[in-house]
């Protein structure tokens, strides 16, 4: 699953709200009872996003590492409230920061999984110029996931935006072309692409609505289904 870092921030969208950070773990932890195993990706945008590097005379770069760094704080933060909770919980970076976090390697993830454990990705792919959206998606490609959660404020995807027009329509289903030719945003470009041409199912739902994880992962009717193939 992929979740921005304002999930955890509340109507402020910065810093942290312990409100959304309980509501985040408890919902985490009813889903997990679906499914034997779990992967999450966190954003940071609630501390810091790289691709507001301008606004503060920061160089792109050196932007894009400070916000890896603030996915590192937003995984610490999830990865206590669950494990106060009595769940099993761990957080694996992209690069080197120890004494905080265990490094990622393929072997450590798929082991904690394995174990039960959620298993918090942190640290984006280590690299500048990347979002958090690719990196969830190459993380679910390497542990080989069965489909993709994209959590968002919105119940699925629309041909229009539906807080504006009351005539946008909804789609259940959508293939990776129809998505590219109605030029429907749901991943930056980069993520999208990697996923298309990987044939990783997509889930976008409403992650706020109070159940909506555990229906989604029990192949409920929740938000909108992008897949590869034609339909």
Do not use: W
């Not at 669950?82 to 993830?109: H, R, T």
Request: hydrophobic residues 40%; positive net charge; contains cysteine.
């Amino acid at each position: 699953m992929k979740l921005s870092g304002e999930t955890l921030s509340g109507e402020s969208n910065s810093g942290f709200d312990s409100e959304c950070l309980d509501f985040l773990a408890s919902e985490i932890i009813s889903a997990k009872k679906c499914v034997k195993e779990m992967a999450i990706v966190l954003g940071g945008g609630n501390i810091f996003r790289g691709i507001n590097s301008h606004k503060f005379s920061i160089d792109k770069r050196s932007g894009d590492y400070i916000g890896m760094l603030a996915t590192v704080i937003n995984s610490l933060a999830l990865k206590e409230v669950l494990v106060s909770k009595g769940e099993k919980a761990e957080v694996l970076n992209a690069f080197d920061f120890s004494p905080f976090v265990e490094g990622y390697s393929l072997e450590k993830a798929t082991n904690g999984l394995k174990e039960g454990n959620i298993v918090i990705f942190s640290g984006g792919t280590g690299h500048p110029f990347f979002t958090t959206d690719t990196t969830a998606v190459l993380r679910a490609l390497e542990i080989k996931a069965e489909i993709l959660f994209k959590a968002t404020k919105v119940d699925g995807i629309y041909s229009k935006d539906p807080k504006k027009d009351r005539s946008a329509k909804k789609y259940k289903t959508l293939t990776y072309d129809e998505a590219m030719s109605k030029k429907l945003s749901i991943l930056d470009q980069s993520a999208f692409a990697i996923a298309r041409d990987n044939n990783l199912s997509i889930c976008v739902f409403d992650f706020f609505k109070k159940g909506n994880l555990k229906r989604a992962l029990d192949k409920e009717n929740i938000g909108t289904i992008v897949k590869g193939g034609r339909q």
